[in-house]
């Protein structure tokens, strides 16, 4: 079963960075073209960045600038590191394994538990 799991949140003040790492387990599988999500407090999941597997990205006009992401396929870990951040980047944030279906860039697996982002103003 294909299972990815996020670390690397916490509580950071304004203008501070944070590295999110997320790694597959479960199986010998390419992790693939993986996006990040976040959900805020009382908002729905938004998808903010993705990665392909060649290392293309995209990113929400959102975090256009101030995250990016990474991947080391030898360690099957998509990172999204993120700078300058705000306090409106707070929420959980996942990752799931991405495809392109009419357009639009779907999550393919259930989702983990997140990990927790809160920046302070």
């Known amino acids: 079963q294909v299972q990815l799991v996020e670390s690397g949140g916490g509580l950071v003040q304004a203008g501070g960075s944070l590295r999110l790492s997320c790694a597959a387990s479960?199986?010998?599988?390419?992790?693939?073209?993986t996006g990040w999500y976040r959900q805020a407090p009382g908002k729905q999941r938004e998808l903010v960045a993705i990665?392909?597997?060649?290392?293309?990205?995209n990113y929400a006009d959102s975090v256009q600038g101030r995250f990016m992401l990474s991947r080391d396929n030898a360690k099957n870990t998509v990172y999204l590191q993120m700078n300058s951040l705000k306090a409106e980047d707070t929420g959980i944030y996942y990752c799931?394994?991405?495809?392109?279906?009419?357009?639009?860039?779907?999550?393919?697996?259930?989702w983990g538990q997140g990990t927790q982002v809160t920046v302070s103003s």
């Open positions: 990665i392909t597997n060649g290392g293309l990205t």
């Open positions: 479960g199986g010998s599988f390419s992790i693939g073209t």
């Open positions: 799931n394994r991405v495809g392109r279906y009419s357009g639009s860039w779907l999550p393919l697996d259930g």
